[in-house]
């Protein structure tokens, strides 16, 4: 399973973003794909979850009514909508696929990451 994550950036407060990660290399149907975020310093935390089979989604706290994350099948790809964006939504984005929503640990298959800074 290869997932590359693209799409992170500059941008100032207030503005939006879209992360997108594209799928590769296995059957994702079960998976469920989650975007991740770790800020220098910090762990690397939970943003977002969905699943390919019917399309759930969960949200960390902070970044409800803000991010929306998405899939599209046909492409393999899993998209994250970020606005209103804040100087503390700054880190790096990590896109993962696994069996689980919340923990880390429930994820095996991870991106590269991309970077995403916040900042007037």
């Known amino acids: 399973v290869l997932l590359q994550a693209y799409g992170g950036g500059l941008v100032q407060p207030g503005g939006f973003l879209r992360l997108s990660c594209a799928a590769s290399?296995?059957?994702?149907?079960?998976?469920?794909m989650g975007w991740f975020r770790q800020a220098p310093g910090k762990e690397r935390e939970f943003v977002a979850t969905i699943t390919w089979r019917d399309g759930s989604t969960y949200y960390a706290d902070s970044v409800k009514g803000r991010f929306t994350i998405s899939r599209d099948n046909a492409k393999n790809t899993v998209y994250l909508q970020m606005n209103s964006l804040k100087p503390e939504d700054t880190a790096v984005y990590y896109c993962?696929?696994?069996?689980?929503?919340?923990?880390?640990?429930?994820?095996?298959?991870w991106g590269q990451g991309t970077q995403v800074t916040v900042s007037s």
């Open positions: 993962a696929a696994g069996v689980g929503v919340y923990d880390t640990r429930n994820y095996g298959y």
């Open positions: 290399g296995g059957t994702f149907s079960r998976y469920f």
